[in-house]
C-alpha cells in the first residue's frame, strides 16, 4: 500500500472533534481547529450568493474532502460546488477528487494565508 492509500486511511479512521476540520497535508495528516465567526460570515455570504447561479443537480458544501492524489493531498475547503452524482457515486468516508469539484473557495486568514494561498492553490492547480 502507497503512501497516499496509508495516509487516506488514517484520515478516514480519525475521530475528529466537532467542528474540527482533518486534512492530509505535506506535514502528514493534520487538524485545523474551528473557524472563527469572520470565516462563518464569509462563508455564509459566498454561499448565498451561490445559490443564486448554482444548478440544482449541483451541491454547495462546507466540510466536504476534496482530495488531490497525484501530490497527497486532501483538504477541507471553505465552499466546495460538485455535481450531485459525485457525492452519491462513493461512500462518505471516501472523499471528492479534486478534478470533480466545479469551484472550491477557500477563506484565507492570517493564520493560514500561506498554506492556503501557496500551497493549497499549487496543490489543486
Known amino acids: ?4 492509500e ?4 488514517e484520515w478516514q479512521n480519525l475521530d ?3 467542528g474540527w476540520r482533518a486534512e492530509i ?3 502528514g495528516v493534520t487538524l485545523t481547529p474551528p473557524v472563527d465567526n469572520g470565516h ?3 462563508a455564509a455570504s459566498v454561499h448565498r450568493t451561490l445559490v443564486r ?3 440544482e443537480d449541483r451541491a454547495i458544501l462546507q466540510k466536504l474532502g476534496v482530495s488531490i492524489r497525484s501530490a497527497s493531498r486532501l483538504y477541507v475547503p471553505g465552499l466546495v460546488v ?4 459525485e457525492l452519491l457515486s462513493r461512500p462518505d468516508d471516501v472523499p471528492v477528487p479534486a478534478e470533480a469539484a466545479e469551484l472550491v473557495v477557500e477563506i484565507v486568514s492570517q493564520g493560514n494565508a500561506r498554506t492556503d494561498r501557496v500551497e493549497k492553490l499549487w496543490a489543486y492547480a
Do not use: K
Open 1 to 4: 500500500m502507497g503512501n497516499w
Open 25 to 27: 497535508t505535506p506535514a
Open 6 to 9: 496509508t495516509r487516506l486511511r
Open 16 to 18: 475528529v472533534p466537532e
Open 40 to 42: 462563518s460570515r464569509i
Open 82 to 85: 460538485v455535481p450531485h452524482h
Open 53 to 55: 447561479s448554482v444548478p
